[in-house]
C-alpha cells in the first residue's frame, strides 16, 4: 500500500508538471486580430490589430478600413509608453504614462473565469477553451483563449491583465457605446527584429500634455 501511494504521488506530480510545461511564455512573435469597430450611431468599420512581441517589448497596431491607425508601443523594462500619432503635418512619438495604464486596468484585475470547457473550433491554428470572465464587480464577458500560451508581461491586455492565457476572441463595449471585437487570425512565434519596437526617426518625441497644447492650438 505504501509502494502504490508513493506511485500515486509521483503520477500526480508527472501530470501537474506536464500541464506546466505546455504552457509556455510568448516571449516572441507575432498576433493578428481581425477587429470590427462599431461606433455609437452604428457605423461599423473592420480592420485589423497587430500584437507584436520581443521580450519586455510590446507594439499593438491598429488599422481600419476607414483609414484610422494607431501605433502604440511599450518597453516594460523602462516602463515607457508611446503612441505615434500625425498632426499639424508633422509626426508625433508621444509619451504616455505607465502608471495611468495600470490604474485603468486596475478594474479588471482579480477577473475569474467560469464555465470553461473545451470547444470544437480552433482560432488561429490552436484549439481552444470557452469560457466566461467575471469580474470583481459583478461584469462579465464570454471569450475563447488557448492556454498553450501565456503572456510574458501582465499589461498586455487592459482587461486581462495578469492572463495566464491569450484571447483568441473577446469583444466589448464601452461606456460611451463603442463596441469592439477581437478575431485571432495568426498567431505565430517568430523572430522578430528589434527594429519593429523603434520610434521611427522622423517622429517627434514629446509629452501627451505637450501634444494637447499643440492641438488646441
Known amino acids: ?3 502504490l501511494n508513493v506511485c500515486m504521488v509521483l ?3 508527472l501530470i501537474m508538471t506536464a500541464g506546466a510545461a505546455a504552457q509556455k511564455p510568448f516571449t516572441e512573435g507575432v498576433l493578428v486580430y481581425k477587429v470590427t469597430l462599431t461606433t455609437p450611431d452604428n457605423a461599423a468599420y473592420k480592420g485589423t490589430y497587430v500584437f507584436s512581441f520581443k521580450g519586455a517589448e510590446i507594439k499593438k497596431e491598429l488599422l481600419l478600413d476607414n483609414g484610422f491607425k494607431d501605433v502604440t508601443l511599450y518597453n516594460c523594462a523602462t516602463n515607457k509608453i508611446y503612441t505615434l500619432q500625425r498632426g ?3 509626426q508625433y512619438a508621444i509619451q504616455l504614462s505607465m502608471d495611468d495604464l495600470l490604474l485603468k486596468q486596475q478594474k479588471f484585475t ?3 473565469i467560469r464555465n470553461e470547457e473545451k470547444d470544437v473550433k ?3 491554428g490552436y484549439k481552444v477553451y470557452k469560457g466566461t470572465v467575471v469580474y470583481r464587480n459583478g461584469s462579465q464577458t464570454d471569450i475563447f483563449y488557448t492556454k498553450e500560451w501565456k503572456p510574458v508581461q501582465s499589461i498586455t491586455y487592459n482587461r486581462f491583465p495578469g492572463a495566464q492565457f491569450f484571447p483568441l476572441y473577446f469583444a466589448y463595449s464601452e461606456e460611451n ?3 469592439m471585437t477581437f478575431e485571432a487570425e495568426k498567431m505565430e512565434a517568430v523572430p522578430v527584429a ?3 519596437f523603434e520610434i521611427p526617426k522622423d ?3 514629446i509629452s501627451y500634455e505637450e501634444y494637447k497644447q499643440l492641438r488646441n492650438e
Do not use: D, H, P, Q
Request: glycine share 8%; net charge positive; hydrophobic share 45%.
Open 11 to 13: 503520477f500526480t506530480v
Open 177 to 179: 457605446g463603442t463596441a
Open 203 to 205: 517622429f517627434i518625441m
Open 88 to 90: 499639424n503635418e508633422k
Open 1 to 3: 500500500m505504501r509502494y
Open 122 to 124: 480552433e482560432l488561429a
Open 194 to 196: 528589434s527594429s519593429v
Open 110 to 112: 482579480g477577473f475569474r
